[in-house]
């Protein structure tokens, strides 16, 4: 079975903190709620890319790492408000 790699593979977790390093190192992501109601992230790119630059201690801004999680930590939040919503414009 061939992979089109046309289309980026997505990924959900659960964690907000892993989800910011993964927006820093170039994933996109969206909140949205799993089956028991608990808040969760589709990570959009290629996960494995970006954790092989972290593995490889490829450079990134301390920072942007902390606007990140305080960017996935806020959706959270915003998710929850917005009753099940969903939103696109976390990735800034």
């Not at 992979?3 to 997505?10: C, S, V």
């Not at 820093?24 to 028991?36: I, K, M, N, Q, R």
């Amino acid at each position: 079975m061939k992979q089109n790699l046309a289309t980026p593979t997505e990924t959900i977790i659960e964690n907000a903190d892993q989800t910011g390093l993964l927006k820093v190192l170039g994933c996109t992501f969206t909140p949205e709620a799993d089956d028991a109601g608990h808040v969760v992230f589709r990570i959009t790119g290629d996960v494995d890319g970006c954790l092989a630059k972290l593995y490889q201690n490829h450079p990134v801004g301390a920072m942007d790492v902390l606007q990140a999680i305080k960017s996935a930590r806020q959706a959270i939040f915003a998710f929850r408000k917005g009753k099940g919503q969903r939103y696109e414009n976390f990735n800034r």
